[in-house]
């Protein structure tokens, strides 16, 4: 049994930088067309100077494989020449509201700050990427957040919001509320809860942010994506660290995805009868919501039991030493 | 400034066996006159002569420091013969409901096999400790286990019934339901939420079953220990693991604080202006509960800054390289 996706797209990726970058970046580009790229590097990408290096580097590493690597800017105040001169080189721009704290009304507040240049991002037809969360108690945080979402929404009609990588039922129900939310879902948050990462023993390979929420989101998440719910794209959010910074006194967020997402999808697809609907939450959505047109590129799995290795370098993908039903090919 | 406490008592404690039970036993005994010994061993301790053992090695592992080791059965089927013999040597019977799945009800089916026991223990006298959680989403184990609670106070109403480690609001309210239930509840549920286990970085050292709730539940188990609820004890559940055990890809639950837990429980008592109640939590009411009187021991502690060893022995402690403002003296 044979699967061919066209130009699949990862839709939010971590690709880190150096002896990382080099790591990961061929494991994506083996998998997909492209992938939007974030900019949460140390300083992060917030010039086009940090920007034009990073996709060097970017291009560098990935080779010969076909692999648009979609930019991102990390969000600050720029003004609308910056803007101007930066548009054809990204996708959008990636806020992670560091001033949101313990409630969605001082969220509110610290983005009423960030609101001219997200006025001129409206004008000028750039996504608006976002981390959705406040620093509420941790399982709380996405929820808290939604009235941001809300309300930037209302407030920037023409503006095109992402709500990144989603893990709550309400997140979903907000997509039907306004026509300019989209949203990104990782593959792990369509398989996890917190049980898998705190329910027997813990794993921090499992452990992320958003965190894994109850059985009720993650079954919500699952529906809207096994319809290909037309506003909801494929993002892993694979975030690679090396193991010494999970299996430790203080474990980094993040699940590494990229390499397995693809067999993964395709096994969770296939299990709830929805390959059908594989092509368009891998690709098809992403290419209509944000208007592009990836490389062309053929990527064939077929059924075959695939071992997931104990790791990628310094890297535990998720699921290591499992085993999954589809194989890349 | 000094605090004398008389004859502190943990009323939930794990000393292990062998080599750990040799590092960690002169620990609760420097600071505590007794304990409740967990029998979860390999085997468990559920015969006469198991105890017999256990108890010689503990008495051994403590040598010559002032310390009862209040004794515990593993729950099984026990004959009346059976109960007749080990009664005096035990405090009560620990039962961890193996069978318990998914909802209450079936909780209540697989605690029905043990009924017999259990009514032979109301009738003996023998008090009945419990893990109550079932497997149901981590977060509601406890609270789906209250209606098992409910239905065993109401069922036997003579017999006494600890709900050992209690992490919830809704399990503080319960105790006001039945004269015949008290509760244990531990330091770090005291003062950890959610949060603190994986809010920030991922901390294992803070990993725990039942896990550690939501603010609110912290608020309510921390409101019923400042005052010294009538039916409230302290039970460390200082559950130690090696290093080996917390930090790699399938973490053990414990939290290890018996060695810190008297100066950390002065700190948090005196923060909220509740010193006076302190030496009922951690003696007055577990000796009037169960009718015990422990050996007299005056632990004093003095106002100092300590700082907590990074491990003990292979043990990290819980807040590993902090301080706390009361020391043993």
Avoid at 39 to 50: I, K
Avoid at 127 to 132: C, R, T
Avoid at 143 to 172: C, G, K, N, W
Wanted: proline fraction near 7%.
């Amino acid at each position: 049994m044979q699967l061919q996706l066209e130009s699949p797209l990862d839709m939010h990726l971590h690709l880190r930088q150096d002896d990382m970058l080099k790591i990961v970046a061929p494991l994506s580009a083996a998998s997909f067309a492209g992938a939007v790229i974030m900019p949460n590097l140390l300083p992060p990408v917030d010039s086009a100077e940090r920007l034009a290096n990073y996709r060097r580097a970017i291009d560098a590493a990935v080779g010969d494989l076909t692999f648009e690597p979609y930019m991102t800017l990390f969000f600050r105040d720029y003004s609308e020449g910056e803007l101007l001169t930066l548009r054809e080189h990204i996708i959008g721009i990636k806020l992670y509201p560091a001033g949101v704290t313990t409630n969605s009304d001082a969220g509110v507040a610290a983005l009423e700050a960030a609101e001219s240049t997200i006025g001129r991002m409206e004008d000028l037809g750039i996504p608006l990427l976002v981390h959705g969360e406040t620093n509420d108690f941790v399982m709380d945080r996405e929820e808290a957040f939604l009235s941001v979402y809300d309300r930037l929404a209302q407030r920037f009609p023409r503006l095109q919001i992402t709500m990144e990588h989603i893990t709550t039922r309400r997140a979903v129900e907000l997509l039907e509320r306004h026509d300019n939310l989209r949203a990104t879902v990782t593959l792990h948050h369509l398989l996890i809860t917190l049980d898998d990462l705190a329910g027997g023993l813990l794993n921090p390979h499992l452990f992320c942010k958003p965190i894994a929420k109850r059985p009720e989101d993650r079954q919500a998440l699952l529906e809207a994506a096994l319809a290909a719910h037309p506003r909801l794209m494929f993002g892993s959010d694979s975030a690679p660290h090396p193991l010494s910074s999970k299996e430790c006194s203080g474990c980094a967020a993040g699940v590494f995805t990229a390499p397995i997402a693809l067999p993964m999808l395709a096994e969770l697809f296939e299990r709830h009868g929805a390959l059908d609907k594989l092509q368009d939450f891998v690709s098809g959505n992403a290419q209509r919501l944000y208007g592009i047109t990836p490389p062309p590129k053929v990527v064939r799995l077929h059924k075959e039991e695939f071992h997931i290795p104990a790791a990628y370098g310094p890297v535990v993908p998720m699921n290591a030493g499992g085993t999954v039903t589809w194989c890349l090919s």
